[in-house]
């Protein structure tokens, strides 16, 4: 299987994350540097110390934004490949192909997969595309609550992910009636997540069931694509 990881991505929304959180670190500092230097700030100083407080916030959760989605803790592109690594040559992982596409795809002989990956563990549940997650009870509890990476609608992004890689392939020369199949599959990394799954629109599995769902089960998937016509589609999402 071949991995395509789009470094330099990565690496530019990384140091985003570092200079928003340096510059949160500087307007916190000016604010309290202004509360406390003044023992008896005018109403206009105790504004600009808030301000400054409020756009330091702002900062501060831009740069948790992109971390939690490109820092090294957070990727789960190491993680697929090891799990994956058995696929042959006729599959390609793309990892972070663009910041309009879903960050995980998978192009092979049955087409193309939007790999929409949690890393979220406690009791998951999905019923009619509902999702509910609960996290446990004490530390875990606070941490889910306040950090972490938020659980949002796996769903809607595996819907919002096909769409997106419709539209790329199109504009990459490989109109709509020409276009493989596009589908999602939907993955928790962590081995403590315990699935409950009744009713999801898509494909819904751990680690250990993601090569039996890529490969379509027990049953081969059908065959759509070959060697260069995956390899136009990969060159369509990469270009």
């Known amino acids: 299987m071949h991995v395509v990881v789009n470094e330099k991505l990565i690496s ?11 510059a949160a670190l500087a307007v916190f500092a000016v604010g309290l540097f202004v509360s406390w230097s003044n023992p008896e700030p005018t109403t206009e100083q105790i504004v600009s110390a808030y301000a400054a407080i409020a756009v330091g916030l702002v900062l501060y959760q831009v740069g948790q934004f992109f971390l939690r989605r490109f820092g090294p803790r957070s990727r789960a ?8 690594k058995g696929l042959d040559r006729r599959y390609t992982l793309l990892a972070f192909p663009s910041t309009k596409l879903p960050d995980y795809i998978l192009v092979g002989p049955a087409g193309v997969q939007v790999i929409v990956a949690r890393p979220h563990d406690g009791t998951i549940t999905c019923r009619a595309n509902q999702w509910r997650r ?3 009870t004490g530390l875990k509890r ?18 919002k992910g096909i769409a997106r890689v419709r ?5 990459g020369g490989i109109p709509e009636s020409q276009q493989p199949p596009v589908e999602g599959i939907i993955v928790f990394t962590s081995p403590a997540a315990k699935l409950r799954i009744d009713g999801c629109s898509y494909p819904v599995t751990s680690l250990k069931g993601l090569r039996s769902n890529v490969r379509g089960g027990k049953g081969a998937r059908e065959r759509v694509l070959d060697e260069r016509s995956a390899e136009r589609v990969v060159q369509a999402l990469t270009g």
């Open 167 to 171: 539209q790329r392939l199109d504009q």
């Open 12 to 22: 530019t929304r990384v140091k985003l994350a570092s200079a928003a959180h340096v």
């Open 77 to 84: 592109d190491g993680v697929l490949a090891r799990t994956l």
């Open 134 to 136: 609960d996290p446990g």
């Open 142 to 159: 606070f941490s889910a609550l306040f950090g972490g990476t938020p659980f949002g609608d796996p769903s809607a992004d595996a819907s």
